[in-house]
């Protein structure tokens, strides 16, 4: 009974110590949650603001269209430079102070282009610097065009209009070859007698269907280098165009050609009125005046500005055919015209009391020799007046103004950045006169070296 009663004892002594021993614990584990815990009624600390994320810059609408443009825009140009000579060159002035000299180094042209290119709308501006007359620079082409595109990828449109400082739509010199693809030194003579220069303002419709190309124009009628050049001393009045035909006959055979005409008024300038006036005359050249010597000048009216009818016609062909040559080009053209030379022999029927009549074709062939040489070879012959007269023995015969010239060239070219040219021109005339006053041919041959890079 004893050992039963100190068992029990002894039990319960150690429950009461597992569970005094408990109570602790907790108590110790309630203390150190209570020492890491925030108080209940602490104030709550107050949130940070979150940072702001950075907004990254989105184009605006203006640098859009800026983008969007550009996209469209493409810069050219070219550089010819040149050394020329002539027979004729002398270190002398005429009369009026001209020079004389055509030995000499020149830029013949030097021509920055920027195009614009959109689906139905194009422009371009190109300005022109040389020395041919002294320094200048000038604009050259400015103008825009609203088009209907063509059928394909590098067709032409199938209409379009333009408007500005442009070429003139007549032929294929004019019409057609820009002065960066003109192998020769120079244009035709006929050509450069009609069109001293070949931007004119004034508008042009022009378009192509299949193998049909077709081209009219409404022009001031005063295209660069001429009396008025670039302005108009009278409203537009020189309508043009060409009809032709662009076709492929065969994959190495290109045929192309056209019909041109042109009708417009040409412009004698009026004089102004002047008042009575004396000249004298030194017969003796004593130095003294004598009554004999003085001669009464009358005044005289303004006599007003007169226009008078001009007009032009012509025809051009060209055959390209692709060996393993190279590319042959024949090319032909020929100018009939009445009243229309403004560069060469100027027509002014109301200063001649007649009409004058021009007459003008060239025939050229050019032969690429691989890809870094070629050779050529262009007649050319101008009649500025089919019914010139002159003077022999007192009497009016028929005289004789035309120019024949055979020009030889060769070139070596760097394909599609450069290209250097010679060309020398054998010219047969009959401006100059022999020790008896008869009509002789003027010693008056030239060469040109030139060299160009493009941009």
């Known amino acids: 009974m004893t050992v039963t009663i100190s068992r029990l004892l002894g039990c319960s002594f150690g429950v009461i110590s597992c569970l005094v021993v408990g109570q602790a614990w907790a108590a110790d584990e309630e203390d150190d949650v209570v020492v890491t815990a925030k108080p209940v009624d602490a104030k709550p600390a107050e949130a940070k603001p979150a940072e702001p994320k950075p907004i990254e810059p989105k184009p605006t609408d203006a640098k859009g269209a800026l983008a969007e443009t550009l996209r469209h825009l493409s810069f050219s140009g070219f550089v010819q430079a040149d050394y020329h000579g002539s027979q004729a060159s002398e270190p002398e002035l005429t009369q009026g102070g001209v020079l004389l000299n055509e030995n000499r180094f020149l830029i013949r042209a030097a ?54 400082l442009m070429d003139t739509p007549f032929g294929y010199e004019v019409g057609l070859l820009p002065q960066r693809a003109q192998l ?35 022009m001031n009628g005063s295209p660069l280098d001429t009396t008025y050049a670039a302005r108009a001393p009278m409203s537009p009045r020189d309508v043009s165009f ?96 009445s009243n229309m030379d403004r560069g060469f022999a100027i027509a002014d029927p109301v200063l001649l009391g007649q009409n004058t009549r021009e007459l003008g074709a060239y025939v050229s062939f050019i032969q690429e020799l ?57 010219v047969r005339d009959h401006l100059g006169r022999d020790a008896s006053g008869l009509p002789t041919d003027l010693k008056n041959d030239g060469f040109n070296l030139r060299l160009q890079v493009d941009l």
Not at 194 to 202: A, R
Not at 372 to 397: E, F, M
């Open 184 to 218: 020769f030194g120079e244009r035709s003579l006929a050509s450069r007698a009609f069109f001293p220069g070949i931007p004119d303002l004034g508008l042009r419709l022009f378009g192509g269907l299949s193998f049909v190309r077709w081209s009219f124009g409404l």
């Open 370 to 426: 691989g890809r870094y040489a070629l050779v050529g070879l262009r007649y050319d012959y101008y009649d500025p007046n089919l019914d010139a007269l002159d003077t022999r023995a007192g009497k009016l015969v028929p005289g004789n103004q035309a120019v024949h010239t055979v020009a030889p060239m060769v070139g070596a070219v760097l394909p599609g950045h450069a290209r250097l040219l010679f060309e020398y021109d054998v």
């Open 242 to 337: 060409r009809l032709g035909v662009d076709t492929h006959p065969t994959r190495k055979i290109e045929l192309r050609g056209g019909v041109s005409g042109l009708r417009g008024k040409g412009f004698h300038p009026g004089t102004d009125a002047s008042k009575n006036a004396i000249s004298w005359t030194d017969v003796n050249e004593d130095g003294v005046i004598q009554p004999s010597e003085l001669q009464a000048l009358p005044a005289t009216a303004a006599a007003p500005s007169v226009l008078f009818d001009r007009w032009l016609v012509g025809a051009d062909v060209q055959v390209l055919l692709h060996t393993k040559l190279g590319l042959s080009q024949l090319s032909a053209e020929v100018f009939v015209a």
């Open 111 to 164: 021509r920055p282009r920027l195009d614009a290119d959109y689906t139905y709308a194009q422009a371009q501006l190109e300005l022109d610097a040389n020395t041919v007359k002294g320094p200048e620079v000038r604009l050259f082409h400015a103008f825009g065009t609203a088009l209907l595109p063509g059928p394909r990828e590098g067709a032409p449109p199938i209409v379009a209009a333009s408007l500005g």
